[in-house]
Nanobody
Framework: QVVESGGESVQAGGSLTLSCVTSGRTISNYFVGWFRQAPGKEREFVATINWSASMTDYANSVKGRFTISRDNAKNTVYLQMNGLKIEDAAEYYC?????WGLGHVPRNYEYWGQGTQVTVFS
């Protein structure tokens, strides 16, 4: 099971950290990604990290503002979001995939959380 938390309402320019925890699975066995979906839009890639945190990648829209990290001892992956913009508002999903690399599209992932809502107001 994958469970996200940390979503809330925040003012534009503010910061927020999302957490993703796996239960029943050891997160170090998986690469992990964050995706988001706004109403009426398709789910889009945000960030991904490999099992050892030696590799990360980001969507151009969040590069330089968001940071993905992981603490395998805590079975947790984080998404630190700084400089939030109105267009960052969405439901954010964490996903875990089998393998040693990174995943940039939803089909790369086997396990998904239920999502956590991020609202950004001006």
């Amino acid at each position: 099971q994958v469970v996200e938390s940390g979503g809330e309402s925040v003012q534009a320019g503010g910061s927020l950290t999302l957490s993703c925890v796996t239960s029943g699975r050891t997160i170090s066995n998986y690469f992990v990604g964050w995706f988001r979906q706004a109403p009426g839009k398709e789910r889009e890639f945000v960030a991904t990290i490999n099992w050892s945190a030696s590799m990360t990648d980001y969507a151009n829209s969040v590069k330089g503002r968001f940071t993905i990290s992981r603490d395998n001892a805590k079975n947790t992956v984080y998404l630190q979001m700084n400089g939030l913009k109105i267009e960052d508002a969405a439901e954010y999903y964490c996903a875990a995939g089998d393998g040693w690399g990174l995943g940039h599209v939803p089909r790369n992932y086997e396990y998904w959380g239920q999502g956590t809502q991020v609202t950004v107001f001006s």
